[in-house]
């Protein structure tokens, strides 16, 4: 699928298109379903369907001493719309200009300049200066829109707000299930200190980045190499001290894995929190601890299928 700006002019071949209209971080079974309705619609209608998100997030903007939230990268949510069969994603980049915009000025960008006939969005969605323009807006503007509904669960509506306090808790079980998918973090394998490598548990060291910090201690892992290799693991998750200044690190152990995975992008999965992080009396003390989780997080993922 394409990845397009809303900074460069609409392809020809993508005007006319159904819009998905959201910030959809995450993607979790709520945006799939706002989704899902853009591309049926413009399959019905034999158009392009265009999934729309924002970069940086709005809150970045308004708030920009906020904490590390997100749930996907871009490069995360264009796999995912692929795969729900998006012909595109447009990135707003989200800039002063672009929230100042009033409602009439937001349509005609997206008549005009971009030829989209027609969106879809959940109920809530708002968009131009103060966040002025609901989803009644568009049509009092000539654009032809619908609203997707939450998807409910027997705690309510699927949110971002809720699969963040999940991880934040440590709870992978409920983040899986609310994304309908694994949480995962997607990096490029950087050099540690390789103590790891030391004790016979070589590490691959994930920077953070702007991903959500979950519960810190250690997890069970999946790891996805860029080739489409699956690995099973078990991860520490937490604040390097031996870094100046500090540095929070994903730091996955693949059972069975000799190779070299410098500079290389993996995509971590976490499975199951196992504990929080211990303190250890000595290097052996260390290294038996590490097996223990490693043998627990075994036999947790023999019996966890993969899911994408």
């Given at each position: 699928?394409?990845?397009?700006?809303?900074?460069?002019?609409?392809?020809?071949?993508?005007?006319?298109?159904?819009m998905?209209l959201?910030?959809?971080?995450?993607?979790?079974?709520?945006?799939?379903?706002v989704?899902?309705?853009?591309?049926?619609?413009?399959?019905?209608?034999?158009?392009?369907?265009?999934?729309?998100?924002?970069?940086?997030?709005?809150?970045?903007?308004?708030?920009?001493?906020?904490?590390?939230?997100?749930?996907?990268?871009?490069?995360?949510?264009?796999?995912?719309?692929?795969?729900?069969?998006?012909?595109?994603?447009?990135?707003?980049?989200?800039?002063?200009?672009?929230?100042?915009?009033?409602?009439a000025?937001?349509?005609?960008?997206?008549?005009?300049?971009?030829?989209?006939?027609?969106?879809?969005?959940?109920?809530?969605?708002?968009?131009?200066?103060?966040?002025?323009?609901t989803?009644d807006?568009?049509?009092?503007?000539?654009?032809?829109?619908?609203?997707?509904?939450?998807?409910?669960?027997?705690?309510?509506?699927?949110?971002?707000s809720?699969?963040?306090?999940?991880?934040?808790?440590?709870?992978?079980?409920t983040?899986?299930g609310?994304?309908?998918?694994?949480?995962?973090?997607?990096?490029?394998?950087?050099?540690?200190?390789?103590?790891?490598?030391?004790?016979?548990?070589?590490?691959?060291?994930?920077?953070?980045?702007?991903?959500?910090?979950?519960?810190y201690?250690?997890?069970?892992?999946?790891?996805?190499?860029?080739?489409?290799?699956v690995?099973?693991?078990?991860?520490?998750?937490?604040?390097?001290?031996?870094?100046?200044?500090?540095?929070?690190?994903?730091?996955?152990?693949?059972?069975?894995?000799?190779?070299?995975?410098?500079?290389?992008?993996?995509?971590?999965?976490?499975?199951?929190?196992?504990?929080?992080?211990r303190?250890?009396?000595g290097?052996?003390a260390?290294?038996?601890?590490?097996?223990q989780?490693?043998?627990?997080?075994?036999?947790?993922?023999?019996?966890?299928?993969?899911?994408?």
């Amino acid at each position: 699928m394409e990845r397009l700006t809303s900074s460069a002019p609409m392809p020809a071949h993508l005007r006319g298109s159904i819009m998905a209209l959201g910030n959809f971080d995450g993607f979790h079974a709520g945006h799939q379903a706002v989704v899902g309705r853009a591309i049926a619609r413009a399959r019905a209608e034999g158009r392009p369907a265009i999934v729309a998100t924002f970069d940086p997030h709005p809150m970045r903007l308004f708030q920009p001493d906020t904490a590390p939230f997100r749930l996907t990268t871009l490069d995360q949510r264009q796999a995912l719309f692929g795969r729900a069969g998006a012909d595109a994603m447009l990135v707003f980049e989200f800039t002063p200009s672009l929230a100042a915009l009033d409602p009439a000025a937001y349509v005609r960008l997206l008549t005009e300049d971009m030829g989209v006939v027609a969106v879809v969005t959940g109920e809530d969605f708002t968009f131009g200066r103060g966040r002025s323009g609901t989803i009644d807006s568009f049509a009092r503007l000539g654009l032809p829109a619908q609203a997707v509904a939450p998807v409910i669960d027997e705690e309510g509506a699927i949110s971002s707000s809720r699969i963040r306090a999940a991880l934040r808790a440590g709870d992978c079980a409920t983040a899986t299930g609310l994304l309908t998918r694994p949480f995962a973090i997607e990096g490029v394998v950087q050099h540690g200190d390789k103590l790891g490598r030391t004790i016979g548990f070589p590490t691959a060291n994930i920077d953070l980045g702007p991903y959500l910090r979950p519960a810190y201690g250690i997890y069970a892992v999946r790891g996805i190499l860029a080739d489409g290799r699956v690995f099973d693991g078990a991860a520490n998750l937490g604040i390097r001290p031996s870094f100046d200044p500090p540095k929070e690190l994903l730091e996955p152990h693949f059972f069975d894995f000799s190779e070299s995975l410098y500079d290389q992008v993996v995509q971590v999965q976490l499975i199951e929190y196992l504990h929080a992080e211990r303190t250890y009396d000595g290097l052996d003390a260390l290294t038996a601890g590490i097996a223990q989780d490693c043998a627990d997080a075994r036999q947790i993922l023999a019996a966890t299928p993969f899911v994408a």
